[in-house]
């Protein structure tokens, strides 16, 4: 027998509040989940509302306790999709075969496709080789610094996740401010750089379908709800947001520049230290070509076959072929992966289609906009509202995968365009400005130490505003003029 | 104060004291049926070279009984057989009269009238005989109890071969190495076989550290909280700095043993010189006060030798101590494992009553009570009047907190005790140890 040897320097702060005060702070939320829990029990066996089939009011109120956990994260999101699927075929609403047949849905591979591309990137060093060639190659003045950081973020979040792209630009940022010595909370440069980066993520995220995980379950919500009638392709997507994301790059850019003047005028320091980092990683290996090449190779299947051949089908050949040349391992993909995302992805496209199918979903939407809404426009912009605000408070995969089967509901009846109505919850719901725990991007950047969560609380309110501009610019002008509505 | 024999037979708190004091005379024909082969071993006899054996009275009283015969023969206690049955009994001749030490007499009673109290006798354990399977005897390692285990991982402390050793202390003054903590586990395994085993108390004394002795015992806690549902009690040091005894907690202890041994500032310089003079009694004081803020009530200890001091001085600890939330113990001083301070000129005894132990423990009992301390982690132990035994001098006790103190003394209700206490360790700890990269 061995015992694990614990560390000398072990410390142990002992809580020494009243025992009850300890135990309910350690516990209240498994005792609000019983508490849900006995009330979803109590409400499945109330009768159904007048107008609503008794399927529909249990897939109602099972789409709304998973709606509460979603909001709440009282249980990992992943986890609380599994539970709704469990739940389904437990309160009668779908047959367990029929349930769990929605998890076979075509925008899980596509995600998966995505996910293991972006590990490989990761594994492979190349996104990190790219980050530092572009900040050196564009970095000669503080201003161009800015800008590089910023674009860089934003076109590598519309590629991969945004999460994935703020924990591989962070380090270069950090070297940044201090080869060149900004001092936190006071250098102008080191707060812009930092906001460069969240911001820059967050924006780029809404670009296109890879930027973010809550595009391939919009469209996948959408294929189910129309029966597979309806996708949005890779282009169609990006063509929907662009003006947004193009319109928003250039105002934050120049904010960034008039808010937060360099004090310094000289980055040579900061680019000898990524010239440094560079010549640490060598000549580019033979598994970052691959990737690279497979990478770009797949963006345009995407982009000029996704439709014919399918978002999932590319994604599949595309993961395939990187194990194919031997570019990534499975077990660097296993760890790099976050399959909690696709287990969610799957629970959500289940429930939703449950809400399309029973009912519900309709019932519910004209509940809440029976006589408020006096145009399709006003609607979409309620709901570009809502989407807004729920995102400040709650992962824009839940505001998601809450408000989208609803709002497609609402958007069938009035006649307007389910892409579009996809769009206008799932854009603005990357609109997490303003709090530092709004998205993990915005945490990474503000954890460097160059702004308080005040300076992001009011950045990122004039943020908020100037993108629902933008949303409501697209709704009221842009997508009417293209015909999108 | 005087009792007669009737009365000490019906209380157990009485007759614990008694035996303890006087020992239980046994017929050669009844000792020799039972198992008494272990009795005399070091380490299990407490009381001097003489052999004890461990008594459950009634009312789950632990005592351990010196038995051998040149010890005993002037006790009016006696061990009886009838049938599968022990007893005990008073010898009529010997004490129809039951003197109180104070020299007071009681009532004669006829021998008929001499009550015969039904007891369990728990031979000395196998477990003193036997080794572990690296080889070591167990007998090294600790002692058992009944229901207690007490297990030294080591016998060093530095004040052992030094002017500075605590003068009652008979730990032999050979420094050996630390038993392997596998050893410990399975020491309690064995002991676990045979005996209702519901508390290890783990000793340490002073290793010239300024942890108390913690760093040495963590994995031995941490092994034993792995593989048995127990209460681990820590005897040591106060340590230098208040951060162990929060590290003592976090480690698995449910309880902590800080004992100043003697209240009295001056006697304790001299009789603990040791501790004393590289610890102080102020840090006593202090540690104590803050392990009462991080163990659950009840969980820190005290012992105050009874006998080695005035029992003013002593009563005077046991209103300090608990009214800083500390539990005093209060241990008879009695010669231990061989060392008898009865010949040191020096140390100035006062040998209580019986009367007086009896008011003693009385107001141990009520102060423990009214300051609403835990009783539960200082009970069943057979070498010591505790401070639940109390009760027995308080008249009659509350029919409800009686039967909570069976309850809680049940196999079960210790199980769910230490149950309960680890839960409250995982509610109130967090480990915020900053490993290095």
Known sequence: ?485 | MSFSVSQILGNPGLLKLELMRKGLRIEPSVLRSLDTSGSGVTGHALFGSAGDIDISLPQGTWVTAPVAPRIVKASPYRLVVDGDQHLITADASAAVVCKDDEGAQSQSEPQEAVPRVPVTVQPPASFFRRSTSSGIPLRRIGTVHGPYLALSPTNKCGFLATADRCRFCGVSAQPQDAVPVADIVEAIRIAREEQTVNMVHLSVGYLGTDDGGVRMLEPYVAAIKKHFDIVVAVDALPPADNGWIDRTYGMGADAISYNLEIFDAQRFEKICPGPARVIGRERFMEALEYATTVFQSGGVTCHLIVGLEPLDSTREGIQTLTGMGVVPVLPIYRPFKGRDMRADEDIERFEPTLGELGSLYRDLYRQVRNNRLGLSMVRDIATVTTPLEGRFFDGEPNFLRSLADRLTGTRIGRRTSARFSDLRRALRVRDVTIVEP
């Not at chain 1, 609000?32 to 829990?37: D, E, K, R, S």
């Open chain 1, 1 to 485: 027998m061995s015992t694990q040897p614990e560390p000398d320097n072990r410390r142990f702060e002992i809580d020494r509040r009243p025992i009850t005060v300890v135990l309910l702070a350690r516990i209240w939320k498994q005792l609000l989940l019983l508490g849900l829990i006995g009330l979803l029990v109590v409400l499945l066996q109330l009768t159904a509302p007048t107008g609503l089939s008794p399927q529909g009011y249990k897939a109602l109120i099972i789409f709304a306790f998973c709606a509460i956990l979603w909001a709440t994260s009282l249980l990992p999101l992943a986890i609380t999709s599994l539970f709704a699927m469990a739940l389904l075929p437990l309160a009668g609403v779908m047959s367990a075969q029929e349930t769990y047949s929605y998890f076979g849905s075509r925008v899980v591979f596509f995600l998966m496709g995505a996910l293991m591309l972006s590990a490989a990137m990761i594994a492979t060093g190349i996104s990190k080789r790219f980050a530092t060639v572009v900040v050196r190659r564009f970095g000669a003045t503080p201003g161009r610094l800015v800008t590089s950081v910023f674009l860089l973020c934003a076109f590598g979040s519309s590629m991969m996740s945004a999460h994935a792209v703020g924990v591989m630009v962070l380090p270069i940022v950090v070297d940044i401010t201090r080869a060149l010595g900004l001092r936190p909370l006071r250098s102008n440069l080191g707060k812009a750089l930092c906001f460069s980066l969240a911001w820059g993520c967050v924006i780029g995220g809404s670009l296109t379908v890879l930027g973010g995980a809550r595009g391939p379950l919009a469209i996948g919500i959408v294929e189910e709800f129309s029966g597979g009638a309806q996708t949005i392709g890779f282009v169609q997507y990006m063509l929907y947001g662009l003006p947004m994301v193009v319109g928003m790059l250039l105002v934050t850019l120049f904010t960034l520049k008039v808010v937060f003047p360099p004090e310094i005028s000289d980055t040579r320091g900061a680019l000898k230290v990524l010239e440094s980092n560079l010549e640490q990683m060598g000549k580019v290996t033979a598994r970052e070509l691959v990737v690279g090449v497979i990478m770009v190779a797949t963006v345009l299947m995407w982009a000029f076959a996704g439709d014919t051949l399918g978002l999932d089908t590319i994604a599949i050949i595309a993961m395939s072929a990187l194990f194919l040349l031997r570019a990534v391992t499975w077990r660097e993909v296993q760890e790099e992966v976050n399959w909690g995302l696709i287990l969610m992805y799957g629970g959500a496209i289940c429930l939703s289609a449950a809400m399309a199918h029973t009912g519900a979903a309709l019932w519910l939407t004209e509940l809440v906009f029976a006589d408020g809404v006096s145009s399709p426009q006003m609607l979409l912009i309620v709901i570009a509202l809502a989407s807004a605000l729920l995102t400040e408070f709650m992962s824009n995969s839940a505001v998601v995968a809450m408000l989208l089967p609803p709002t497609l509901s609402l958007a069938q009846a009035n006649g307007i365009d389910l892409a579009a109505a996809a769009m206008t919850v799932v854009l603005p719901s990357n609109f997490a400005f303003m709090f530092p725990i709004s998205t993990p991007v915005t945490a990474l950047a503000w954890s460097v130490g160059f702004y308080t969560p005040r300076q992001v609380a009011v950045t990122g309110a004039a943020l908020h505003a100037v993108g629902f501009g933008f949303m409501v610019i697209l709704i009221t002008l842009y997508w009417p003029a293209v015909g999108l509505i």
